[in-house]
């Protein structure tokens, strides 16, 4: 299973982006899939998560300015991201948790996987 993060980009405080993450492979369910931020210096952290039944938990930080959406017949999910703010900057990584899927001729649970991150960066 890999996942693949995109649209991240440079931009100016108070404008918007939209992060997409794809899945490839075997896939037969992800219970969680999520946002996730590292800042440089700093340490990852959870931006926000939606379950497989659309429930939804975000940051502090970005209540009220980012949604994250999911659209499950994909397994990809999205991040709008508006009035980003200069302290937004850091790699957006997307991550699928308590995945089923097959590999060869087996089935697995509990797979836990991450993509390789998009860069945002919010500068005047």
């Known amino acids: 299973v890999q996942l693949q993060a995109s649209g991240g980009g440079l931009v100016q405080p108070g404008e918007s982006l939209r992060l997409s993450c794809t899945t490839s492979?075997?896939?037969?369910?992800?219970?969680?899939m999520g946002w996730y931020r590292q800042a440089p210096g700093e340490q990852r952290e959870l931006v926000a998560t939606?379950?497989?039944?659309?429930?939804?938990v975000y940051a502090d930080f970005v209540k009220g300015r980012f949604t994250i959406s999911r659209d499950n017949a994909k397994n990809t999910i999205y991040l709008q991201m508006n009035s980003l703010k200069p302290e937004d900057t850091a790699v957006y990584y997307c991550?699928?948790?308590?995945?089923?899927?097959?590999?060869?001729?087996?089935?697995?649970?509990?797979?836990?996987?991450w993509g390789q991150g998009t860069q945002v960066t919010v500068s005047s």
């Open positions: 492979g075997k896939v037969v369910t992800i219970k969680i």
């Open positions: 991550r699928a948790a308590d995945v089923t899927y097959v590999y060869g001729e087996s089935y697995y649970d509990g797979g836990d996987f």
């Open positions: 939606v379950s497989l039944r659309g429930n939804t």
